[in-house]
Nanobody, 118 residues
Framework: QVQLVESGGGLVQAGGSLRLACAAS????????MRWYRQAPGKQRDLVAS???????NYSDSVKGRFTISRDNAKSTVYLQMNSLKPEDTAVYYCNADVGLVGLRTYWGQGTQVTVSS
């Protein structure tokens, strides 16, 4: 069983920055794509950004140019640097990761709250 532990959430004013981290309890050699999702109250969980094992990244249009996803394979950790935050970025942020050698299994973190005040 792989555990993902997020950290770095909090309260920030609009225009500010936060950096989220998600540490996986697995060797980085087994971790394929890592992703950040977010879910606002009453809304569905949406994909924010992803990074694969070759460091190729993708972003949702709503965060492109403001958020940066990166990974540190030595620490089996994925980061989400969030700049120019807006009130509409307020949500619970979840990381997930595809882990495995032959068959992949997707694991989720417990989530971390990000609140952006206007």
């Amino acid at each position: 069983q792989v555990q993902l532990v997020e950290s770095g959430g909090g309260l920030v004013q609009a225009g500010g920055s936060l950096r989220l981290a998600c540490a996986a309890s697995a060797s980085s050699s087994l971790i394929k794509t890592m992703r950040w999702y977010r879910q606002a109250p009453g809304k569905q969980r949406d994909l924010v950004a992803s990074i694969d094992s070759g460091d190729r990244t993708n972003y949702s249009d709503s965060v492109k140019g403001r958020f940066t996803i990166s990974r540190d394979n030595a620490k089996s950790t994925v980061y989400l640097q969030m700049n120019s935050l807006k009130p509409e970025d307020t949500a619970v942020y979840y990381c997930n990761a595809d882990v495995g050698l032959v068959g992949l299994r997707t694991y989720w973190g417990q989530g971390t709250q990000v609140t952006v005040s206007s």
